[in-house]
């Protein structure tokens, strides 16, 4: 129920960034656990507005990286556009249910798409998972239409949250969290450093997209801060804990 009032509050459109969607997004994130569909269904709609307040989406193709079992890929569908997901765990994949045509179990590394074919290149808290940041980047950018735009968001090693489950301490080292969550919980945790969550920080991250002469940088800043979101990264030191979670969004050059 608390999840369904969220998306609804979402349609009707938050000010974004400020404090009331903050609020409501973090609200959503202490219940993920209880209520998993309520939490990614307002996740979605509120990314999805971002990336609708610079592209008209209707008919638009869209390539969702790395979506999971699909709640950004529908919510893409629910606003016109042709929605395609793209994700590599097959258990993720299938976790909301049978799988689609428009559904294909690939790797962001080699995705199997022509230059070029998408409108929109959709990843939500995906490159803090993979190995290679600076590939992956880079594949999203092959992908895009010169003119398309990137929606590239991520969770930062050095936030609050950058040990995922494991967090805040994470800051004591990733060894120590990880025993001290499957301690506390009696499960292992479901990221291990060097497996599947690695060390990615702002400063590095800005200084590739900004020296790459394919994308210009639209939007750099705090994907759910209420305030000052785009000012704190431009901070060094700071913005690698205030930030976060950066939202970069990119126009694909000519």
């Known amino acids: ?47 999805v507005a971002q990336v609708a307040r610079h592209v ?3 008919g638009k193709i869209v390539v969702d990286i790395g979506g999971g079992s699909g709640h950004f890929t529908k919510e893409f569908r629910r606003r016109g556009a042709q929605s395609y997901l793209f994700e590599p765990d097959p258990r993720e994949l299938s976790a909301g249910g049978p799988v689609t045509g428009d559904a294909v179990l690939a790797d962001g590394y080699l995705l199997p ?21 600076q590939t992956f ?3 999203m ?28 301490w994470h800051y004591l080292g990733a060894g120590r969290a990880r025993e001290r969550y499957e301690r506390r919980t ?6 291990t450093l060097g497996e599947n969550l690695f060390p990615v920080h702002i400063g590095p991250t800005l200084r590739h997209v900004r020296g790459r002469d394919d994308v210009q940088v639209v939007t750099a800043r705090s994907r759910y801060w209420p305030f000052l979101a785009s000012t704190i990264t431009r901070v060094p030191g700071l913005r690698e804990i205030a930030t976060w979670n950066l939202l970069l969004i990119l126009r694909r050059s000519p």
């Open 56 to 58: 008209d989406l209707a």
């Open 186 to 191: 009696g499960r292992e945790a479901k990221h």
């Open 113 to 133: 798409l022509a230059d070029g074919a998408a409108d929109v290149c959709f990843s939500s808290n995906v490159l803090e998972h993979v190995s290679d940041p």
């Open 1 to 47: 129920m608390a999840g369904t009032a969220m998306a609804e509050i979402t349609e009707r459109g938050f000010k974004d960034p400020s404090l009331r969607r903050s609020a409501a997004l973090f609200r959503a994130f202490m219940r993920e656990p209880s209520d998993p569909e309520g939490c990614y269904t307002l996740l979605a709609r509120d990314s």
């Open 141 to 168: 950018v092959r992908v895009t239409r010169p003119g398309g735009l990137i929606y590239l968001s991520f969770t930062n090693w050095l936030s609050p949250w950058g040990g995922h489950e494991a967090a805040p």
């Open 137 to 139: 980047i880079s594949e």
